[in-house]
């Protein structure tokens, strides 16, 4: 058992289980029984008691004032927690807040004190002090009827004969002592003094035997509690009539008591016998299978507290409804599970279906919560005290963890299945909150987005091995599953055009960007689709305008492809790139399909049209070997050169002359004359490399770069010059610094005022602005 301290424990402490101490205990109950009957005794039959009476009576009084004295060193069981309190000054302060004051009291001797104060009668009544110590009685049947090697049937009758004595052996000295008190010229008023048995008179009723006198009294007592009647012995004067009325009103009261108690006896299926009926199948159970004593400790003291504690989870609200029993949950738990860290970020709806679905668990210091090689079923969080998290590191050695309040445990063996690798021990009384994991699968369906969030708070662990194994987790797969129907879900809804559903499930927690099995985002449906709104919409939201599928296919391009101008406005004024993969194959297939409307959209984007195939192939070899002259003119006008030559070494003009087509032949030599003589004025003109042709053939795009902004008034305008576009942004930046002689300059801008980020957004023959851009 865990010691629960503030101070220094000393050797003066006393265990409440030490068996010196527990013999002492009873030879105190002896006492207490002695002075429980006997002073209601001392009260009415005694004014001053004898010499060997008192005598006796100190030597009790002695004994209960060293019990006095002790109790200030037994340690107790806190209320709360449960633990032992191994501390002088909690164990004093609850004592002086309790007992001590009746307990010192009581061990005064009021009869020497009603002597010395010349027999005041009002000394007399603090002698009622003494009946304080009867909770000790009270105490001891406590004990016996949950001790099932003692008859319960017997138990709680010896209770029950002892309850109804007490109470009549008190009533009976009350009676003699309103006799008594009485003057003597009207003794004879009362009604003891009135009393005739025969021919025996009790007139002088102060000398008669002591024992006489008692079983008279005791019998009016009695009689009159059973209310069958009095015969000669009956009330006399005004005072024991009201004294007979409180007593029969009492005797209602306690009749009533014990013909419930002897009803509960026969009927059976009290708190306690069912206690005791637990208890015995537990001890039958460890003889059985000849359990370890310490385990049978552990499990009776388990039971014991249940027991003193009076209720459970379960049995207080099993027939509440169940909308207050969630509303119950939620005041009590749902703030803890928000501050619990693997919880943390977590929408507020999955934190509630949470703390619905927790339920309480208690264990006892010492008690071990989760063993080393088990694996998890249930979820646990440290609601109240201090768990011990003990982990054996290597060389044998071993390190030891204190799990505080919102504290998680078992969380790597509950999520990956896997055996735990620590051993859990309560460390004081604790109350743990649970999860099983069937109810955790449900809630998960729902709030799926919430288990990514957990998985990446549990991910912070240091160990990669554990962090390996989360990621291969049935849990982590379950999350994916869940997290690719959902991207599904909100295809579907953009192939549908169901904006309302798609803005329900963005808004429910849906990642826009998430992809289908194909890579496919909901943009890129709705451009393919051609759904301006819900186009315009996901841009709002976000989304990532230039993702590719696994095809490399964009939404811009989707939206192109389908013909949809409006869609690829909207994403091209957002900022989207034409960005294709293996773009010459693409060029080379599309004039091969002779999708001509596909071709004036790309090209009109500015992708660039000399790119080449695997065979080194532009689409202009295709248009000119296929005889496709309203295409071939369309690639000319975008800037296709003549000259770039095939693996083979062949150009287009090549592949003309093999087809025979003499309008593609002279077009083309038309354009390859034109393609020449500019080359040669840019030979002429002294440009330097950048602005020579490529190894290829192919002639460079001209472009004029102003060192302004196109929005600067015109009296702030300046000339600019006239570039060939390089292979990089950040070389036409360099180059027009160069030629303008500025120094300043970190950005190229169109007309419009956008920023061109890449070079291939250049068209032939643009204006460019040159500025300072964050």
């Given at each position: 058992m865990l010691r629960l301290s503030c101070c220094r424990v000393t050797h003066l402490l006393i265990h409440p289980r030490d068996r010196r101490y527990l013999v002492w205990k009873h030879f105190i109950l002896i006492w207490a029984v002695y002075s429980s009957f006997f002073t209601p005794m001392e009260f009415g039959f005694f004014r001053g008691l004898p010499e060997k009476i008192f005598l006796l009576d100190i030597a009790g009084q002695f004994a209960f004032l060293i019990d006095t004295v002790i109790r200030f060193m037994v340690a107790y069981h806190d209320v709360h927690t449960n633990s032992l309190v191994f501390c002088h000054y909690q164990i004093a302060i609850r004592y002086l807040k309790s007992r001590f004051a009746l307990d010192l009291l009581a061990c005064f001797p009021w009869d020497y004190i009603y002597k010395v104060t010349g027999k005041k009668e009002a000394v007399r009544y603090m002698l009622w002090i003494r009946l304080s110590r009867a909770w000790r009685v009270?105490?001891?049947?406590?004990?016996?009827?949950?001790?099932?090697?003692?008859?319960?049937?017997?138990?709680?009758?010896?209770?029950?004969?002892?309850?109804?004595?007490?109470?009549?052996?008190?009533?009976?000295?009350?009676?003699y002592y309103l006799a008594t008190t009485m003057p003597p010229s009207q003794e004879s008023y009362t009604w003891i003094g009135s009393l005739k048995m025969g021919d025996y008179t009790y007139s002088d009723f102060r000398h008669v035997d002591l024992w006489k006198r008692y079983i008279t009294s005791l019998y009016f007592a009695v009689v009159t509690m059973a209310t069958v009647g009095y015969g000669d012995i009956h009330a006399v004067n005004v005072r024991e009539m009201i004294f007979v009325m409180i007593y029969v009103s009492f005797d209602m009261i306690l009749g009533a008591y014990l013909v419930g108690n002897m009803t509960a006896l026969i009927v059976k299926g009290s708190k306690t016998e069912r206690f005791r009926d637990k208890m015995s199948d537990i001890n039958e159970y460890v003889k059985s299978n000849k359990l370890d004593k310490q385990i049978c400790h552990a499990i009776k003291d388990h039971l014991c507290f249940k027991y003193d504690r009076g209720y459970t989870e379960y049995s207080v609200l099993k027939d509440i409804p169940i909308t207050i029993r969630k509303k119950i949950s939620l005041s009590l738990y749902e703030q803890f599970i928000q501050r619990v860290s693997i919880f943390k970020g977590c929408s507020s709806a999955f934190i509630k279906k949470i703390a619905t679905k927790v339920h309480e668990e208690f264990f006892l210091p010492g008690e071990l919560v989760m063993?080393?090689?088990?694996?998890?079923?249930?979820?646990?969080?440290?609601?109240?005290?201090?768990?011990?998290?003990?982990?054996?590191?290597?060389?044998?050695?071993?390190?030891?963890?204190?799990?505080?309040k919102y504290s998680s445990f078992g969380e790597i063996s509950f999520f990956c299945n896997m055996p735990q690798t620590s051993l859990i021990e309560a460390r004081e009384f604790c109350k743990v909150l649970r999860l099983d994991k069937k109810s955790f699968a449900e809630i998960l369906k729902i709030y799926f987005l919430d288990g990514r969030i957990i998985l990446n708070n549990i991910l912070q662990v240091k160990d990669s091995s554990l962090q390996r194994k989360l990621l291969e987790s049935n849990f982590n797969l379950t999350i994916g599953n869940l997290e690719t129907e959902l991207a599904t879900r909100m295809n579907c809804a953009a192939y549908d055009g169901h904006l309302d559903l798609l803005k329900r499930l963005i808004g429910s927690g849906a990642d826009p960007n998430k992809t289908d099995?194909?890579?496919?985002?909901?943009?890129h449906i709705s451009a393919s689709k051609g759904y301006v709104d819900i186009s315009h919409f996901l841009v709002e939201q976000g989304v990532n305008i230039n993702s590719a599928d696994k095809f490399g296919i964009t939404p811009l391009l989707e939206a192109i492809k389908n013909g949809h101008e409006e869609v690829a406005s909207v994403l091209i004024n957002a900022g989207a790139i034409l960005t294709i993969d293996d773009l010459g194959n693409f060029l080379c297939m599309a004039?091969?399909?002779?999708?001509?409307?596909?071709?004036?959209?790309?090209?009109?984007?500015?992708?660039?049209?000399?790119?080449?195939?695997?065979?080194?192939?532009?689409?202009?070899h295709v248009a000119a070997s296929e005889g496709l002259f309203t295409i071939a003119d369309l690639l000319l006008k975008a800037g296709a050169s003549v000259l770039s030559k095939d693996r083979w070494g062949n150009t287009p003009l090549h592949e003309a002359h093999i087809g025979g087509n003499r309008n593609m032949i002279k077009m083309l030599e038309v354009a390859k004359a034109s393609q020449l003589a500019e080359l040669s004025i840019l030979e002429y003109s002294g440009a330097t490399k950048p602005m020579l042709p490529s190894r290829d053939g192919i002639p460079k795009k001209r472009c004029t770069v102003f060192p302004f902004h196109p929005w600067d008034q015109k009296a702030d305008r300046r000339e600019g010059v006239v570039l060939w576009v390089p292979q990089s942004i950040e070389e036409l930046i360099k180059d027009a610094k160069k030629h303008l002689e500025i120094s300043n300059g970190s950005c190229i801008l169109s007309e419009q005022g956008g920023k061109i980020l890449y070079v291939d957004m250049i068209n032939s023959d643009e204006k460019l602005f040159l500025v300072n851009g964050a």
């Open positions: 009270t105490e001891f049947f406590e004990t016996m009827e949950k001790d099932i090697r003692v008859k319960y049937l017997f138990t709680r009758i010896v209770k029950l004969f002892v309850v109804e004595l007490y109470c009549t052996h008190t009533a009976a000295c009350i009676f063993e080393q090689g088990d694996v998890a079923d249930q979820l646990y969080f440290v609601y109240h005290g201090e768990l011990h998290e003990m982990r054996g590191e290597d060389g044998g050695t071993e390190e030891t963890i204190t799990l505080h099995y194909d890579g496919r985002t909901p943009l004039v091969a399909k002779q999708e001509l409307d596909l071709l004036k959209r790309v090209l009109a984007c500015g992708i660039n049209p000399n790119a080449k195939n695997y065979d080194q192939r532009t689409p202009l």
